[in-house]
């Protein structure tokens, strides 16, 4: 079943503004990680925020995670029509041959 | 980020044949590696957990002589649809998982594309 659980489900932004994705989960993870996928592509490993962590960047992006609320929230600033994408949130739970539980993804839509 | 190669990028096939994918890790030794099957507008779903040199690992519902899972190899993993039919038209996606010190990440091959006429 799936344990991430992203919103919105689709977003429509103006080039050059920030989008903001939101990601809930209910079990104790080990991290928690982002992907994009273009259309008709695999994924695409953006970025990974351990249990610890509260912040993490990678150039235009920034990802947030609360644990006490099991919930991340990935940012990307000033958004490009290239950002074009479906961005999945996945977790990595405890145990030594986890695997990854994605969500259901967030359609982005940047209007050049 | 790691290169995941997955072949071929397309199949068509006729009803009752059997499709071959195969998934490599290009530039690390996966022990590991996923298939997953998505259907349009959907997320992953987890068909199975492929182990090198052991029996993979199937997820609930899924039909192991159905999807047939071989890894021989730390760099690659094949997934055989068998019988195919109409149904099993999706997009077939492989991942390898790698291990790092802040954790597992998986890099993903850029998916299979089945069409079963």
């Known amino acids: 079943s799936q344990q991430g659980e992203e919103d919105p489900q689709a977003l429509s932004i103006q080039e050059g503004e920030n989008a903001t994705m939101n990601c809930s989960y209910k079990?104790?993870?080990?991290?928690l990680q982002w992907y994009r996928q273009n259309s008709g592509r695999g994924l695409v490993h953006l970025i990974l925020?351990?249990?610890?962590?509260r912040e993490k960047h990678s150039g235009r992006l920034r990802v947030t995670l609360d644990t006490s609320k099991k919930s991340s929230s990935l940012l990307i600033t000033a958004s490009r029509a290239a950002d074009t994408a479906s961005y999945f949130c996945a977790t990595d739970g405890t145990g030594a041959n986890s695997k990854l539980t994605f969500g259901k993804g967030i359609t982005l839509s940047v209007r050049p | 980020g790691a290169v995941v190669s997955q072949h071929p990028s397309w199949v068509i096939c006729k009803s009752g044949t059997s499709v071959k994918i195969e998934c490599r890790s290009l530039?690390?030794?996966?022990?590991?590696m996923f298939w997953y099957r998505q259907f349009p507008k959907q997320s992953l779903m987890l068909m199975a957990t492929?182990?090198?040199?052991?029996?993979?690992?199937?997820e609930q519902g899924v039909e192991k002589d159905k999807f047939l899972i071989n890894h021989a190899s730390l760099t690659l993993s094949t997934l055989t649809v068998t019988s195919a039919h109409p149904e099993d038209s999706s997009f077939y996606i492989c991942?390898?998982?790698?291990?790092?010190?802040?954790?597992?990440?998986?890099?993903f091959g850029a998916g299979t594309r089945l069409s079963v006429l």
């Open positions: 991942s390898a998982r790698w291990t790092s010190g802040r954790g597992n990440i998986q890099y």
């Open positions: 492929s182990n090198e040199g052991s029996k993979a690992t199937y």
């Open positions: 925020i351990r249990s610890n962590e």
């Open positions: 530039d690390f030794q996966a022990t590991t």
């Open positions: 079990t104790s993870i080990n991290n």
